[in-house]
């Protein structure tokens, strides 16, 4: 009978151990984990990019001046009103010939409004105050797609008088604008996404650990329903009970709460320019010696003026310069650096040697050079 017991509690132990694992495996896995909307897009749900070419008249004097462009604009403008003018004849400075872009979000309705961006073509100085009057917008198929009009809204200005003698100050950049709403949509959003019951996931960062696991997670809630193509996509399979009652919108909004923890890269993000070093995680570093110094060369370079004594009859007075150079060299700090696998140890090892960010580019990039740094180096 205690024997009995005693295996009963060893049981309840057990199941006690494998329980509480479990929730701490389950608690780190979810740590890290994402939702499926933020690693994939739907291939054929995608956006519009539309581009226009526009007048926008008003503009008190900061119009185009002299651009030849703005005048043949302006008169075939004035043809559609039976205005027939000479380019040559127009020389106000109140308009300004501009380029529009938008983009248009999928699952659009005619009839929708677009915010647009606005800039000026020529020489205009400011667009503030202007109207941009009724401009078509083009797809990349060239098809007319939007009719644009309104009001700029100009975040910056430019005033004063320029030339000699006068003054001028300028905030931001007045040559660029926003028309709020100003785009009217002619089409309906034509897209198609499902295929034969069938959609397909584009991850963001291709990787085909990470697209095995979306297949894995996908199928634990509709079992053989997905499967990974390649690195960069997952195709997944509608239930038919599901797309026959037309429920396929609700089976997208399951399927994109779904949490996956993503596998990144080991990498090295370096900007030289401005000295910025980002490292990633899963960091693999050899054992390595590292001897790190400083070479400073100064340069200074004073002017002297040298002229004949007083009286002379001869010489003439000359700029002689004289160059100075300083040359530093630091003693360099030498260090072994141990094998190390996470990004704080390799902060530390690198903190030690005192070294600035645009030193620390030169070390990572020897270190992966000799093989002892196992990351990717990109350079912005």
């Not at 519009?48 to 703005?70: F, H, I, N, P």
């Not at 075939?76 to 529009?100: E, G, Q």
């Amino acid at each position: 009978m205690k024997t009995k017991f005693t295996m009963t509690r060893r049981i309840v132990f057990l199941s006690w151990i494998c329980t509480q694992a479990a929730l701490s495996f389950g608690a780190i896995v979810g740590e890290n984990s994402i939702r499926l909307k933020d690693l994939v897009r739907i291939q054929g749900v995608e956006r519009r990019d539309l581009v226009g070419y526009g007048v926008v008249v008003g503009l008190k004097g900061t119009g185009d001046k002299d651009t030849e462009l703005a005048k043949r604009t302006v008169s075939n403008m004035m043809k559609n009103f039976n205005v027939f003018i000479d380019p040559s004849d127009i020389t106000s400075k109140n308009s300004a010939v501009v380029m529009l872009t938008a983009t248009v979000a999928p699952f659009h309705r005619k009839g929708d409004r677009v915010d647009l961006q606005v800039a000026a073509m020529g020489d205009a100085s400011s667009l503030q105050g202007g109207i941009l009057l009724m401009t078509p917008m083009l797809d990349a198929g060239g098809t007319l797609y939007a009719m644009a009009q309104g009001a700029l809204v100009v975040g910056g200005y430019s005033i004063g008088v320029a030339g000699p003698g006068g003054e001028t100050e300028t905030k931001n950049f007045p040559t660029v604008g926003r028309l709020p709403a100003g785009g009217t949509l002619r089409y309906d959003y034509d897209g198609t996404f499902i295929e034969k019951g069938q959609l397909d996931l584009v991850l963001s960062h291709a990787d085909f650990t990470t697209a095995q696991r979306i297949a894995d997670e996908i199928n634990r809630t509709y079992p053989a329903s997905s499967v990974a193509k390649d690195a960069g996509s997952v195709s997944v399979s509608i239930p038919a009970d599901m797309l026959d009652v037309g429920l396929a919108i609700k089976f997208i909004s399951t399927i994109e709460t779904l949490r996956v923890t993503p596998d990144v890269c080991a990498r090295i993000v370096v900007n030289e320019r401005t000295g910025t070093v980002v490292l990633g995680g899963d960091v693999s570093i050899s054992t390595a010696i590292i001897a790190h110094g400083n070479l400073t060369v100064r340069i200074g370079s004073t002017l002297n003026v040298s002229q004949p004594e007083p009286f002379a009859r001869q010489g003439d007075t000359a700029v002689t310069e004289d160059v100075a150079v300083q040359v530093t060299d630091e003693p360099a700090r030498i260090m072994v650096v141990p094998h190390t696998t996470s990004v704080q140890e390799l902060a530390e090892v690198l903190n030690q040697l005192g070294a600035s960010p645009r030193d620390l580019i030169s070390i990572l990039d020897a270190l992966h050079t000799l093989g002892a740094l196992q990351m990717e180096i990109i350079t912005l």
